[in-house]
């Protein structure tokens, strides 16, 4: 008891912070703080401020980018880059050196290499892409937020054990305010090596969905499924169909194709073969969702969040050491 009273104010801080786990923090995970609108409240807030400051970035975007990416939640522009630049590209990432950790989620595994200023020093066609203003500017608007997304070179290895199903390729929500993803596929995306799965306007708060927001909010501590526990709601199939354009849409495209997604829309990681893969350049944007402006575009700040990460990671990996065990993103000496 003494140690609750004293964990209050850090409980009591998250609440207007990016944190989501309702199984973490009892205030969050509170039913009948939940039954007087905790959650909704949340959620509804970190909406109206992140349309805010969407706003504030909206200058530069095409208008019909800004609509397909409110109304949609996503956005998808093939044959993105130059042919020729692409295929460099394409050269590049899978020719890099950099350190590539691994993750495994169910039967799938991830490789990732951090884009960090470091690694993009010997890789001038993956730095000139990210610091493309045009891109920038498309970045900036869908994460609304100055501040760029931390960026990696990704690899989905699909079905390499006998686990069970990787957990994300069920339908799911990230969290409670909106989120961006991107992803550059550097290979074709087909139902082989597993598409991107989206409800197209299901980041949209309808009623529908503040509804099943309120409901979940007083089950979600003590769900089963401990992805829901955490705040990353699985959605049922009908109750996604409600949430926006059913059936959901499979994103089988070319290389060369850019996707930018607000994860706060149903997806899921599409269905794949064993041993299959696909290799992006992947990003995300979380940031605070309560702070009404779009925070600063330093590129010193932009260098700190990796080196943050990176730090983060060392820890990671030192705590598990201590444990016998390996990080869950733990570095490995192959390549992506
Ligand atoms: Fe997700």
Redesign the pocket.
């Known amino acids: 008891m003494f140690k609750q009273v004293l964990r209050l104010p850090l409980w009591l801080g998250e609440l207007v912070t990016g944190s989501k786990s309702f199984e973490a923090n009892p205030l969050i995970g509170s039913r009948r703080l939940n039954r007087c609108g905790l959650h909704v409240a949340r959620v509804t807030l970190a909406h109206g401020i992140m349309r805010l400051r969407m706003a504030m970035l909206g200058w530069g975007v095409a208008r019909e980018d800004r609509r397909q990416f409110i109304r949609q939640g996503f956005l998808m522009k093939t044959n993105f880059l130059p042919e020729e630049d692409y295929q460099a590209l394409v050269k590049e990432v899978s020719e890099a050196k950099g350190e590539v950790r691994q993750c495994c989620q169910g039967d799938a595994q991830m490789r990732r290499m951090l884009l960090s200023p470091h690694t993009l020093a010997s890789m001038p066609r993956t730095r000139a892409l990210l610091r493309d203003p045009a891109f920038r500017r498309l970045m900036r608007y869908c994460a609304g937020h100055l501040r760029m997304p931390i960026c990696h070179a990704e690899r989905v290895m699909n079905g390499v054990s006998d686990a069970p199903e990787d957990p994300?390729k069920r339908l799911?929500v990230?969290t409670f305010q909106p989120t961006m993803k991107f992803w550059l596929y550097l290979e074709e995306v087909s139902e082989v090596n597993g598409p991107f799965v989206y409800v197209p306007g299901s980041n949209r708060l309808s009623r529908q969905r503040l509804a099943w927001e309120y409901a979940m909010s007083q089950q979600a501590r003590q769900h089963a499924d401990r992805y829901t526990a955490r705040g990353?709601f699985r959605v049922e199939p009908e109750q996604a169909a409600a949430m926006g354009e059913a059936p959901p849409r499979q994103f089988k495209v070319p290389g060369n194709t850019l996707l930018i997604a607000n994860?706060f829309g149903v997806?899921a990681r599409g269905k794949a073969e064993p041993g299959s893969s696909r290799l992006a350049l992947w990003g995300m944007s979380r940031t605070n969702p309560f702070i009404p402006l779009p925070g600063l575009g330093f590129e010193s700040l932009n260098r700190l969040q990796y080196r943050v990460l990176e730090h983060q990671r060392r820890q990671d990996d030192k705590r598990a050491a201590a444990r016998g065990v390996k990080a869950s993103w733990h570095r490995i000496e192959e390549g992506l």
Request: net charge negative.
């Open positions: 994300q799911h990230d990353s994860t997806h």
